[in-house]
């Protein structure tokens, strides 16, 4: 019995260790198979780009996923964070996903070819949200350099990371990690506070092609 004890001791201590270390945002685990739009936990109210939310619950090379399609539309999902992840303790985002298929001719460095087949966005509100809030957003872009950090000429809240471009590991299940307070830091030029959102998008209204996506699962970490 002492022996039992002990060892629950241990898994307890052990547990609790790895969720200091570790945030997880969605692995969409508790997501049902097959749930399509909007996820539990998630929201929608997006007002911009005739946004179609082709989303879907899949399961993927053994792995719950959640799969994106655009076409000639702009879809975002988000959810609130706010409390969740203290960025001097784990600042580090980690997160896996992969693309199928890239919006034609699109170049988030330019208005009017501003879409891009998988955007990973971290949320600092600031009222008014429309024009003071700062937003970081991670992407794979079709033509920008990866490693690109590039304001948006199109929504002046946002400036992108460019962690891919081009097609070279299209189809590949990749992993990203990025420190977040180090991006921030670089960007708007101070400490960050904590974020308050997190939200995942696809879009390709702007080139009028299609785009299609998947993600996986989305935590913060220490480094």
Excluded at 53 to 82: A, C, P, Q, Y
Excluded at 110 to 115: I, L
Excluded at 144 to 156: D, E, F, L, W
Aim: charged share 25%; with cysteine; glycine share 8%.
């Amino acid at each position: 019995m002492t022996r039992i004890v002990a060892l629950a001791l241990v898994l307890v201590v052990t547990a609790a260790a790895w969720a200091a270390d570790v945030v997880m945002i969605e692995d969409w685990k508790s997501q049902k198979l097959g749930a399509k739009g909007i996820q539990d936990g998630w929201l929608g109210g997006q007002t911009w780009g005739l946004p179609q939310h082709d989303f879907v619950i899949e399961e993927n090379d053994g792995h719950r996923v959640l799969h994106l399609k655009s076409k000639i539309e702009s879809s975002t999902m988000r959810k609130e964070i706010k409390g969740k992840v203290n960025l001097k303790e784990t600042p580090i985002l980690e997160w896996t996903w992969k693309v199928t298929v890239l919006p034609t001719g699109a170049d988030c460095r330019k208005k009017n070819t501003d879409d891009q087949a998988a955007q990973l966005y971290v949320v600092w509100p600031r009222f008014p949200e429309s024009a003071r809030s700062q937003i970081i957003g991670y992407i794979w872009d079709t033509t920008a350099p990866a490693g690109s950090i590039v304001k948006s000429q199109k929504t002046g809240t946002v400036t992108y990371v460019v962690m891919r471009s081009g097609s070279a590991d299209l189809g590949k299940w990749l992993t990203e990690r990025r420190n977040v307070a180090e991006d921030y830091q670089k960007i708007y030029g101070g400490p960050p506070d904590a974020p308050g959102v997190i939200s995942v998008a696809i879009d390709s209204d702007d080139t009028s092609s299609s785009a299609e996506s998947y993600f996986g699962s989305i935590l913060f970490k220490k480094p």
